[in-house]
């Protein structure tokens, strides 16, 4: 199963792609990088484009997005908002499931404490996927942690369905 994880944002936009299988082994991953200074309806459109590519050159089988996080203004949650809700438009145009999770249930998944800081996530990111270094920057090592808290979450989910 391969995973396309998204660290939503207006102006960094965090995506990983992450295949499960005996181990889980990460593809790609990278930062939709865009002006903050252009309109919003041109960043999006650039983020449904950027998006669009990633998800035809991977083919993921499903997506994971990060949930606006609740503490913060609330001018960045919309804009969060925006991103995220592109993102579940890319995925269903191409008829994929979409999960999302809080940064919380995130930061459990990858380091066991979901109160982590970005330095302790990194380092987790890093161990789980068996990587020499921690992948920079911390907008593309969030979206690789969504998609391996999907894949941790998908593998317990399974297991609970098989005991039940």
């Given at each position: ?22 181990e889980m ?116 090592s969030d ?22």
């Amino acid at each position: 199963m391969r995973i396309l994880g998204i660290d939503p944002g207006t102006v960094n936009l965090g995506y990983g792609v992450v295949d499960d299988g005996q181990e889980m082994r990460m593809v790609d991953y990278g930062v939709l990088s865009l002006s903050r200074y252009a309109r919003l309806e041109e960043r999006l459109r650039s983020i449904y484009d950027g998006l669009s590519q990633i998800v035809a050159k991977h083919h993921p089988d499903e997506v994971a997005i990060e949930e606006p996080f609740a503490g913060c203004n609330i001018h960045s949650a919309l804009a969060i908002g925006r991103a995220q809700a592109i993102a579940i438009l890319v995925a269903a145009n191409q008829r994929l499931p979409v999960h999302c999770y809080s940064p919380a249930q995130i930061k459990q998944q990858v380091t066991s404490y979901g109160g982590s800081d970005k330095k302790q996530v990194q380092e987790g990111v890093r161990m789980l996927l068996g990587l020499q270094e921690s992948p920079q920057p911390s907008d593309a090592s969030d979206a690789l942690a969504v998609a391996i808290c999907h894949i941790q979450q998908s593998r317990l989910d399974k297991l609970l369905a098989t005991e039940g």
